[in-house]
């Protein structure tokens, strides 16, 4: 069974250009997330969908980031325009159900570099 | 609020010898904890999770935790180290029943192991 599938595995791109990142979550699985690491710092959540609609987006740095799921399967998430700051490695997550002791599995990260 | 502390940034040992990495955690409710390693290049992987059933927990690859409550503690360790060990480790937390998603990290503890 194929795992969570993160494109690209890297990203560099210039500050004020607009970067996709995709996620192909385990199929069957509706729970999906996206966390993102900032260089030094811890794992962050961003946001969960269930199936193709946004249980919760709290984590979301601002609105130059943008994440959609249609159909309910897979992921992207754009950001635009790219800022220095948004640097970092973003993982994405799928789970099948929620619950105490669901495991989520995690995809490889895709390490963006903006310069 | 939650939070967990990963007490040290790197641990260093010798093939063969014990391996303890710490996390303190902080939390308002009976918490979920779990231990995530992850690999270069590869995607983050489940070690083992408490979820309020026995305080010892066994995971994968030998690796073992001790939910302490009175010392808000759950270090992982392992009797004997082996070279593949060496990878980054990840202490996390998520409050009981509120569903997967906002998982609390910690920073992380590389571990290093040495011939």
């Known amino acids: 069974e194929a795992g969570v599938t993160q494109f690209p595995s890297h990203s560099v791109i210039e500050k004020g250009q607009t970067v996709t990142l995709r996620c192909d979550p385990i199929?069957?699985?509706?729970?999906l997330y996206w966390y993102r690491r900032v260089m030094g710092k811890e794992i962050k959540f961003l946001l969960h969908?269930?199936?193709?609609?946004?249980?919760?987006e709290s984590g979301m740095p601002n609105n130059r980031f943008l994440a959609e799921r249609t159909g309910g399967t897979y992921s992207t998430l754009k950001v635009q325009p790219a800022e220095l700051e948004d640097s970092g490695v973003y993982f994405c997550?799928?789970?099948?159900?929620?619950?105490?002791?669901?495991?989520?599995?995690f995809g490889q990260g895709t390490r963006l570099t903006v310069v | 609020a939650q939070s967990v502390t990963q007490l040290d940034s790197h641990v260093s040992v010798s093939e063969g010898t014990p391996v303890l990495l710490r996390c303190n955690y902080s939390?308002?409710?009976?918490?979920?904890l779990f231990w995530y390693v992850q690999h270069p290049n590869k995607g983050l992987q489940l070690l083992l999770k408490?979820?309020?059933?026995?305080?010892l927990v066994k995971g994968i690859n030998g690796f073992e935790a001790e939910f302490k409550k009175s010392e808000t503690s759950f270090h992982l360790t392992k009797p004997s180290a082996h070279m593949s060990d060496a990878a980054e480790y990840f202490c996390?937390?998520?409050?009981?029943?509120?569903?997967?998603?906002?998982?609390?990290f910690g920073t992380g503890t590389r571990l290093l192991v040495s011939p």
């Open positions: 199929s069957g699985h509706d729970n």
């Open positions: 939390s308002s409710y009976s918490p979920s």
């Open positions: 408490y979820t309020s059933a026995a305080t």
């Open positions: 969908f269930v199936k193709e609609s946004k249980q919760d």
């Open positions: 997550a799928s789970s099948q159900v929620r619950g105490i002791g669901t495991e989520a599995f």
């Open positions: 996390v937390v998520r409050l009981m029943n509120t569903g997967f998603q906002k998982l609390v």
